[in-house]
């Protein structure tokens, strides 16, 4: 569903419409009574719980934007925002393992797959199964298209061979969209996007990254050895897979702006509770100009940060060109999340640099703002190309 020229036009990008305050609003519940309690478990254990991952799935979490036909709930790309958001400001960890499903997987799907595809896949994903988008690979971050991973043609199959990394998601997911080169002299015009099910013959999941932050949200090597994957399986043309690549990361950033924004929300609401609290001289430290300031500047941080991101997820329903937007949400945001939630440790004092309060947390989980889905270098330079008028 897009939303009419017209209401992108006359309402504030902050204003919600009904049915967006209500589907925040349980979320936000959901996220406070259902995740909260376990944050700081599933961080120390480094593992996602199941039972809240099939609370994802019956809510509608995982396919926001996804037609009804297909299984989903017929929503909009700014609730799939909405919602990581919401979530990040809790846990930024179960933030990113919905906004992989909606921002990147579902978002390629709908664009890319075919009818019959989308018929057939799109179903499992708002029933019940995890998915994974896999691009990265050792030698292959920023270059994303220098990938080595060779999918070689075998009568009505490809069989795939080669190396992801860095797969988030993957532990638990039982569907990946991978990409793989079908022609190495062809450069990016080689690359080809792949569905593949975690139970294929030569298809399995390596190692398990110990994280520094969203450490209950998994990242896995992927190891492919003559994994035949059926022809059925091409999402998009053969050749074609760098496009389906760089147009899903265009909305995944708006995604990943959503969640640093919640992340840098979820800090600031630590902060200011604690500020009235906690008192110093005789007074709690809210009155203290000095703790005032601090927290003003936070605010108008996170107020900035939700703008852009707002910005760039409704021009994106509205069928505008958002691609500068989106990076600029992405950047900004991750560094407001950063500034923020190292203010909060500030505000707390010693106790924020403990694991007993949840801003050491929010710290760490701000890192990965500024590598994931681009590096911050990778944002500035789609900006300047922008700005210098698409020069290579
Ligand atoms: C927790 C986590 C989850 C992830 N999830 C996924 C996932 O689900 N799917 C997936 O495909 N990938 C995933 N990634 C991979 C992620 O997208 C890459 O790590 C990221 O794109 C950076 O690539 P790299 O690590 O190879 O760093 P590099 O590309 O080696 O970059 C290293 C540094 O060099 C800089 N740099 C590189 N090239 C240039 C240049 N031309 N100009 C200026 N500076 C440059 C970068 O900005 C960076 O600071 C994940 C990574 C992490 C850590």
Same mark, same amino acid.
């Given at each position: 569903?897009? =939303?009419?020229?017209?209401?992108? %036009?006359? +309402?504030?990008? $902050?204003?919600?419409? #009904?049915?967006?305050?209500? /589907?925040?609003?349980?979320?936000?519940?959901?996220?406070?009574?259902?995740?909260?309690?376990?944050?700081?478990?599933?961080?120390?254990?480094?593992?996602?719980?199941?039972?809240?991952?099939?609370?994802?799935?019956?809510?509608?979490?995982?396919?926001?934007?996804?037609?009804?036909?297909?299984?989903?709930?017929?929503?909009?790309?700014?609730?799939?925002?909405?919602?990581?958001?919401?979530?990040?400001?809790?846990?930024?960890?179960?933030?990113?393992?919905?906004?992989?499903?909606?921002?990147?997987?579902?978002?390629?799907?709908?664009?890319?797959?075919?009818?019959?595809?989308?018929?057939?896949?799109?179903?499992?994903?708002?029933?019940?199964?995890?998915?994974?988008?896999?691009?990265?690979? =050792?030698?292959?971050?920023?270059? %994303?298209? +220098?990938?080595? $991973?060779?999918?070689? #043609?075998?009568?009505?199959? /490809?069989?795939?061979?080669?190396?992801?990394?860095?797969?988030?998601?993957?532990?638990?997911?039982?569907?990946?969209?991978?990409?793989?080169?079908?022609?190495?002299?062809?450069?990016?015009?080689?690359?080809?996007?792949?569905?593949?099910?975690?139970?294929?013959?030569?298809?399995?999941?390596?190692?398990?990254?110990?994280?520094?932050?969203?450490?209950?949200?998994?990242?896995?090597?992927?190891?492919?050895?003559?994994?035949?994957?059926?022809?059925?399986?091409?999402?998009?043309?053969?050749?074609?897979?760098?496009?389906?690549?760089?147009?899903?990361?265009?909305?995944?950033?708006?995604?990943?702006?959503?969640?640093?924004?919640?992340?840098?929300?979820?800090?600031?609401?630590?902060?200011? =509770?604690?500020?009235?609290?906690?008192?110093?001289?005789?007074?709690?430290?809210?009155?203290?100009?000095?703790?005032? /300031?601090?927290?003003?500047?936070?605010?108008?941080?996170?107020?900035?940060?939700?703008?852009?991101?707002?910005?760039?997820?409704?021009?994106?329903?509205?069928?505008?060109?958002?691609?500068?937007?989106?990076?600029?949400?992405?950047?900004?945001?991750?560094?407001?999340?950063?500034?923020?939630?190292?203010?909060?440790?500030?505000?707390?004092?010693?106790?924020?640099?403990?694991?007993?309060?949840?801003?050491?947390?929010?710290?760490?989980?701000?890192?990965?703002?500024?590598?994931?889905?681009?590096?911050?270098?990778?944002?500035?330079?789609?900006?300047?190309?922008?700005?210098?008028?698409?020069?290579?």
């Amino acid at each position: 569903m897009q =939303a009419s020229e017209t209401q992108i %036009a006359t +309402a504030a990008l $902050t204003v919600l419409s #009904e049915e967006e305050r209500m /589907f925040q609003d349980s979320v936000r519940q959901f996220a406070r009574e259902r995740i909260a309690p376990h944050v700081r478990a599933m961080d120390e254990a480094g593992v996602f719980r199941k039972d809240l991952l099939e609370e994802f799935f019956k809510l509608g979490l995982m396919s926001i934007d996804v037609p009804e036909e297909y299984g989903g709930q017929g929503g909009t790309f700014f609730q799939s925002i909405l919602a990581i958001e919401e979530l990040a400001r809790v846990d930024p960890a179960a933030a990113v393992i919905v906004d992989v499903s909606n921002t990147l997987f579902n978002n390629a799907i709908l664009r890319w797959a075919s009818v019959e595809q989308k018929r057939h896949w799109l179903p499992r994903v708002a029933g019940g199964t995890l998915v994974s988008y896999a691009l990265s690979e =050792a030698g292959s971050g920023s270059d %994303a298209f +220098a990938m080595t $991973t060779r999918a070689v #043609e075998d009568g009505d199959a /490809f069989r795939i061979t080669g190396r992801k990394l860095w797969i988030t998601n993957a532990a638990e997911a039982g569907l990946f969209l991978l990409f793989a080169t079908v022609n190495p002299e062809a450069g990016y015009k080689g690359i080809t996007a792949f569905l593949i099910e975690r139970d294929s013959p030569g298809f399995k999941i390596g190692k398990k990254e110990d994280k520094l932050g969203i450490r209950a949200s998994s990242t896995c090597e992927l190891i492919l050895d003559d994994c035949r994957v059926p022809k059925s399986n091409v999402v998009g043309e053969v050749g074609k897979g760098y496009k389906v690549a760089i147009e899903t990361l265009n909305e995944g950033r708006i995604g990943i702006g959503a969640q640093m924004t919640g992340l840098a929300q979820g800090a600031l609401d630590h902060a200011l =509770a604690y500020a009235q609290q906690r008192k110093q001289f005789g007074k709690a430290i809210a009155e203290f100009q000095g703790v005032q /300031f601090e927290l003003a500047e936070m605010a108008v941080d996170v107020e900035a940060s939700r703008l852009l991101t707002y910005n760039a997820a409704r021009l994106r329903d509205a069928g505008r060109p958002f691609l500068t937007e989106a990076a600029m949400s992405k950047y900004f945001a991750s560094q407001v999340a950063e500034r923020v939630a190292s203010r909060a440790v500030e505000i707390f004092g010693g106790v924020g640099f403990t694991k007993d309060y949840p801003v050491e947390k929010l710290y760490r989980d701000a890192k990965i703002g500024r590598i994931y889905e681009g590096t911050s270098n990778m944002q500035r330079m789609t900006i300047a190309k922008q700005l210098l008028g698409n020069r290579p």
